[in-house]
């Protein structure tokens, strides 16, 4: 049976700093609000706006990288999948919610207020436990051998 695709791609700008929470097993959930607004011409020549606000939600280290450098009105390219949840709030109503799960994330435009700088206040977030995940030991690359390329064919080897 074929699989079906639910992909999502936007290019937006974020409508206020992203809050970053840490699960208790230390794995970070940011969540951002972007705006992405398309504008079209109706039928007098007027160009018309419309803005879109997705909620976005990234997920360990891309969600550390997210709440450390995005800012309020910072443009992101955002890549990930739609998911729709249903819950019954307190007052008992049935409520529906969309979600953008991010899988991949890049910052756009330059560097400077709202644009990539690492935020400088530490105090809201919590101290986490240390990565258990180790990277591998480096390993040097073995010596470069030196080769005599004219010595492995002859002129009546080449095809042309």
Known sequence: MARGI????????????????YTQGGM?????????????????????ERTEWHRVTFFGKLGEIAGEYLRKG???????????DKYTGQDGVE???????ADEMQMLGGRGEGRGEPR??????PSR????????????????????F????ADDDIPF
């Open 95 to 101: 409520r529906y919610s969309t979600d953008i799960i």
């Open 6 to 21: 639910n992909k999502v791609i936007l290019v937006g700008n974020l409508g206020d700093d992203p809050e970053t929470k």
């Open 120 to 125: 400088a206040e530490r105090s809201e977030r």
């Open 28 to 48: 970070a959930v940011t969540k951002a609000r972007v705006a992405t607004t398309s504008v079209r011409k109706d039928r007098d020549g007027n160009q018309q």
């Open 74 to 84: 910072s443009q992101v390219y955002v890549e990930g999948s739609i998911r729709y």
């Open 129 to 148: 436990p240390p990565m258990r995940q180790e990277s591998a030991p480096r390993r040097e690359a073995p010596p470069a051998r030196e080769t005599n």
């Open 150 to 153: 004219a010595d492995d064919f």
